[in-house]
Structure formats: C-alpha cells, structure tokens
C-alpha cells in the first residue's frame, strides 16, 4: 500500500487535536493527521450538563469533518469552496490516516495566516469586517451550522489591494446532541446568527487586548493559529 511521507516534513499548522501538513505530491491540498501525543486536545462530541459523559463519543476531527465538508459539496457543489475547504477523502500516510483537504492560499502563494495570527502581529481586524460580513451572508444563505467561531479556525485569503476572503478551515457542524437545529431551519438559522454575533466582538476585544502573548504561546500545547511555515 502508497504511504504517503510526512514524517520527515514539518507541518505548517499544529492545532490543538491536528497536525496539518502540505500535499507532498499536490501544494494546493493539505494533509491533516491526528495528534497522538498526550498534550493534544481531546474534545467529547455533544456538550452540555444533561448528557452522562460515558454517552459521548469522543470526537474524530477528521471523519466528523469529512462528512460535513461531504454533506455540504453533496449541496452546493464547488461554490462551497467561496468559504470551505472541500475534502478529497482520506489518504493512508506515515502519521496515519490524512484528511485531505483544500489549502487556503494569498494571491502571491504563501499559506494563509488566521485572524489570530494576523491580530497578533497588529493587523487592524476592522480591514476584514466587510469578509466578515460576507462569510455571514454565505453562512446563512447556505444554513451551515459551526461550532464557536474562533479566530485561529478563520484564515483570511489576502487577495491584493487590501481585499480579504475568510474561509472556515476547522469548526463546522452542530456540537448539539440532538440536533434539531440541522433539522429545523428557522432554529439552523437562529444559531448561526447567534454564532456571528459573539464572535465578532471577540475578535475585536482580542485586538485590543493585544491578541496572543509570548508567554502564552511558549506555553500553549498547540500554535495558538500561528504557522510554522508558509509553505513556499
Ligand atoms: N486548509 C487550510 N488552509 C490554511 N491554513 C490551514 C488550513 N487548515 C489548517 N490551517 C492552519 O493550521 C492550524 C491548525 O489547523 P486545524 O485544522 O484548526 O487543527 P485543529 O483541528 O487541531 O484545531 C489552523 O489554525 C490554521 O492556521
Ligand atoms: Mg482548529
């Protein structure tokens, strides 16, 4: 069986539960594999108090985000990837089982930065409030659940002349244990805006509380959204 080689290679993003990698064989794609190590993340799959925690399953990233990214192309077709990245199904690699997926891109081909590195290297977030605004009418539009919004899951795509385009790299989905949201439009539509609406504000108070320390990110078991590499 072909495996692809990643182990030699260093990832651009390190996540809390992922590590990403560029395609050896295609730049425009990424590979992302789980993290084994003890300091990842390990997220259980429905919150809330009501459900007995051995009732849970524990969350598989990648196969709870293929199948949405599948659900979504089954849909709406290339146009979903406006915002998301499609997914090309899984790879065997030396790191397990890879993810593959869309790499998001600037206009001159280094990997997009997150809003929370680009925040954090200064970056005014009021430049992205019209992507913003269109990354919400797209969410709307196409009734496409997310879990928090957070700035390491947004990277903006400069696209030259100070215009930007926010793609959804990591989040999607319902976290809720019956969900109805998913089932019932109007309540699909009431939790995406209630999403839009926290995590604007959160964006700008992060700004202005000078967006990710070095303490924090010496400390931090993942990348706090910075990139190790822009891939060039
Ligand atoms: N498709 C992508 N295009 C560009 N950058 C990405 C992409 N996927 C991930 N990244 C970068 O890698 C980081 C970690 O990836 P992510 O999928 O969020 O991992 P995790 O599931 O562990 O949170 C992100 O914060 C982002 O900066
Ligand atoms: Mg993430």
Excluded at 53 to 60: A, F, H, L, T
Excluded at 63 to 86: K, Q, T, V
Excluded at 102 to 108: A, I, S, T, Y
Aim: with cysteine.
């Amino acid at each position: 069986m072909r495996l692809l080689e990643l182990k030699e290679l260093e990832p651009f993003g390190v996540g809390g539960r992922r590590e990403c990698y560029v395609h050896p064989e295609n730049p425009s794609r990424c590979v992302k594999v789980l993290r084994t190590d003890d300091r990842r993340t390990v997220r259980l799959s429905a919150k809330g108090g009501l459900i007995p925690p051995s009732w849970r399953r524990q969350y598989d990233n990648n196969a709870d985000e293929a199948r949405e990214l599948w659900r979504i192309h089954r849909r709406m077709g290339d146009s979903m990837r406006e915002h998301l990245p499609r997914c090309y199904g899984f790879e065997e690699t030396d790191l397990g089982r890879g993810l593959i997926l869309d790499l998001v891109r600037d206009h001159d081909g280094r990997i997009s930065c997150s809003i929370r590195e680009l925040i954090s290297r200064g970056f005014d977030p009021s430049r992205l409030r019209s992507a913003y605004e269109e990354l919400s009418k797209f969410l709307l539009e196409h009734r496409i659940l997310t879990r928090t919004l957070h700035d390491h899951n947004l990277v903006a795509k400069n696209l030259g002349n100070d215009c930007w385009r926010l793609v959804l790299i990591d989040g999607l989905g319902d976290p809720a244990w019956l969900p109805v949201a998913r089932w019932i439009p109007v309540l699909g539509r009431r939790k995406i805006i209630k999403r839009l609406d926290r995590a604007w504000p959160r964006i700008i108070s992060f700004a202005a509380g000078g967006g990710v320390s070095e303490q924090l990110r010496r400390k931090s078991s993942w990348d706090q959204g910075f990139l190790r590499h822009r891939g060039e």
